[in-house]
């Protein structure tokens, strides 16, 4: 009888595992489908999607002064020449952008922005532009003429340092950030 009486707490404790271990695994799902869907929600579906399938990038080393006084536009506040980084550089980038790991949630700096490089993505005709200001470690992806969220990058930082020297090898101040 103590046997059996063991034997039915088992199963019952087996089965109450089992639908705990589901409940997990729901609620991990969940948790990971609403993850993967930060990244195109804080720069918009179809900017993000340009940024993440571009066929092409462009690199921009900006002056912040003239790039404000030009209304955030490109032309007229371009320092030297844009560089065309390789489709492996360009694969790194956007696989730094595409972690929603890589974004705080909603953290507000109180800084003017004042972004030092751009980065055009082509793909077919639609264009998406990734501003970077490093002084305060904000980035911003929209199209080139559209509106801007500054979102933080801080946890990415050190990744896109590194990218963006890699373009900029003799750039003083782009190689002097860290």
């Not at 948790?31 to 993000?48: E, I, K, N, Y």
């Not at 921009?60 to 209304?71: E, I, M, S, V, Y």
């Not at 990415?156 to 003083?172: A, G, T």
Request: glycine content about 4%.
């Amino acid at each position: 009888m103590a046997y059996r009486l063991n034997v039915i707490k088992a199963a019952f404790v087996e089965r109450r595992l089992r639908l705990l271990f589901l409940i997990a695994l729901f609620l991990i799902g969940s948790v990971v489908a609403a993850f993967a869907t930060r990244v195109p929600r804080l720069h918009g579906t179809d900017t993000w999607q340009t940024v993440a399938h571009a066929e092409r990038v462009v690199v921009h080393r900006l002056d912040p002064g003239r790039f404000f006084k030009n209304r955030f536009r490109l032309e007229g506040s371009t320092v030297g020449m844009p560089v065309v980084p390789g489709p492996r550089w360009r694969r790194r980038l956007q696989s730094a952008l595409a972690a929603p790991w890589h974004y705080p949630p909603d953290m507000r700096k109180r800084c003017a922005v004042r972004p030092g490089v751009s980065v055009r993505f082509y793909r077919d005709r639609r264009v998406a532009e990734a501003l970077f200001c490093f002084e305060c470690s904000m980035l911003s992806i929209a199209a080139p003429e559209g509106r801007r969220r500054w979102v933080d990058f801080d946890p990415m930082r050190p990744r896109l340092v590194n990218l963006i020297q890699e373009v900029f090898p003799q750039d003083p101040d782009i190689q002097a950030l860290r």
